[in-house]
Each structure stands twice: as structure tokens, then as C-alpha cells.
T-cell receptor, first 113, second 119 residues
Framework: QKEVEQDPGPLSVPEGAIVSLNCTYS??????FMWYRQYSRKGPELLMY????GNKEDGRFTAQVDKSSKYISLFIRDSQPSDSATYLC?????????????FGAGTRLAVHP | EAGVAQSPRYKIIEKRQSVAFWCNPI?????LYWYQQILGQGPKLLIQ????????DSQLPKDRFSAERLKGVDSTLKIQPAKLEDSAVYLCASSLDIIGRDNSYNEQFFGPGTRLTVL
């Protein structure tokens, strides 16, 4: 079993839709939960991070962490064609240390006009 | 602020050949990481340096991969000899500090990667 599971998609939605992206994990020691966005032929860039449980909002993006269920989500409101990318969840903490990121496989999102 | 620089951007080699990748991190960043991203997968950490010392190389295939970070700035990753399964994007990342303070996240900034194809 992988430490972090993420549905690879692809996910195709119309412009303006609400997008929900999810990851599950098995290591209860994870404390930091990140969402990275990766455009084609580019390196990942950090969108948001959450420490421990709870919600965090930044503009059109909302990250949620439910440690009791070992489940994290990223919601994108009013999705735009420019949001078309691969979204990677990542986690760290525990014996691996806070800087050792464990990534999911990434979900490919396409937002069409 | 300049980002993480990597070269070359693309490389095609035959199996059993050797190859080297170069990374220049963001100025002042003490910690440098090399990741391997196979098509359809998330990045996997190969090695982590703090300044010029190795912090974690537990997932580096040491029989064929080597990395160094001389003078605590630039870094090179080498594969010798390459295998077909080494085809991937090799990403370099850097961060300012090894330990996040006050629960703040120690953000890793990624370069554009080097796409390696082994034939």
C-alpha cells in the first residue's frame, strides 16, 4: 500500500465549476499537508499548506485536512482554464522529518471554456 | 528573485551510458533536494543536502546514482550506468531552512527539471 493515494484522473470540468481533489494517506505521523500545482514541463509550485487538521482558504482555493479519516481535500471555486494542470498532494512529518515530502501521484485537471 | 536553475533541460542517452545533471539553487538556500518523477507518478526524494552534507539518501540507488554539493551551493547528480527504468524527470528543489519555525512550512522551490530518456 502506498503511503499517499491520489486518483490520477484525468478530471475534465467546464469553466466556473467547483473542483474537488482528494488524497488519502496511511501514516498518522504526517503533520504538514501540501498541495502543489504542476504545469506541463514545469516544476511543481506550492499552492497551499496546512499544519495538522483544519481548513485553510486562499482566494478561490480551500484546503481541508481530516486527520481522523486520514483524508485531505483541495477545493477550487470558479475554476478557470488557467487552472488546468496536475495537482499533487504532499505530506511530511514523523520519522521522515518535516522536509521529506511524500507525494501522491497527482490528479490531472482540465478546465474547458 | 531568480528561481532554481537546472541544466540540461532534456537528455537522451543509450542504456549503460552515463549522464550528469546540474542544479543551482536559490541564493541563500541551505537545503537542496533531488527528486525523481517517473511519468504518471509524483516526485520521489532521492537525496537531501544541508549545505554540503547529506541529510537523507535512503532512496538513492547508490550502485548507480551519485550526487555531490561542493561548497554548499551548486549540485550535480550522476547516473552511471543508466538503465531503461531511469527514464524520468529529475527535479531539483531548494529551501531556506531545514526546520520550520512556529509550525510554518519550510517551502521547497522546484526547478523546471531535466527530462531524461534512456533508450
Amino acid at each position: 500500500q502506498k503511503e499517499v493515494e491520489q486518483d490520477p484522473g484525468p478530471l475534465s470540468v467546464p469553466e466556473g465549476a467547483i473542483v474537488s481533489l482528494n488524497c488519502t494517506y496511511s501514516n498518522s505521523a504526517f503533520q504538514y499537508f501540501m498541495w502543489y500545482r504542476q504545469y506541463s514541463r514545469k516544476g511543481p509550485e506550492l499552492l497551499m499548506y496546512t499544519y495538522s487538521s483544519g481548513n485553510k482558504e486562499d482566494g478561490r482555493f480551500t484546503a481541508q485536512v481530516d486527520k481522523s479519516s486520514k483524508y485531505i481535500s483541495l477545493f477550487i471555486r470558479d475554476s478557470q482554464p488557467s487552472d488546468s494542470a496536475t495537482y499533487l498532494c504532499a505530506m511530511s512529518g514523523g520519522s521522515g522529518g518535516y522536509n521529506k515530502l511524500i507525494f501522491g501521484a497527482g490528479t490531472r485537471l482540465a478546465v474547458h471554456p | 528573485e531568480a528561481g532554481v536553475a537546472q541544466s540540461p533541460r532534456y537528455k537522451i542517452i543509450e542504456k549503460r551510458q552515463s549522464v550528469a545533471f546540474w542544479c543551482n539553487p536559490i541564493s541563500g538556500h541551505a537545503t537542496l533536494y533531488w527528486y525523481q518523477q517517473i511519468l504518471g507518478q509524483g516526485p520521489k526524494l532521492l537525496i537531501q543536502f544541508q549545505n554540503n552534507g547529506v541529510v537523507d539518501d535512503s532512496q538513492l540507488p547508490k550502485d548507480r546514482f551519485s550526487a555531490e554539493r561542493l561548497k554548499g551551493v551548486d549540485s550535480t547528480l550522476k547516473i552511471q550506468p543508466a538503465k531503461l527504468e531511469d527514464s524520468a524527470v529529475y527535479l531539483c528543489a531548494s529551501s531556506l531552512d531545514i526546520i520550520g519555525r512556529d509550525n510554518s512550512y519550510n517551502e521547497q522551490f522546484f526547478g523546471p527539471g531535466t527530462r531524461l530518456t534512456v533508450l
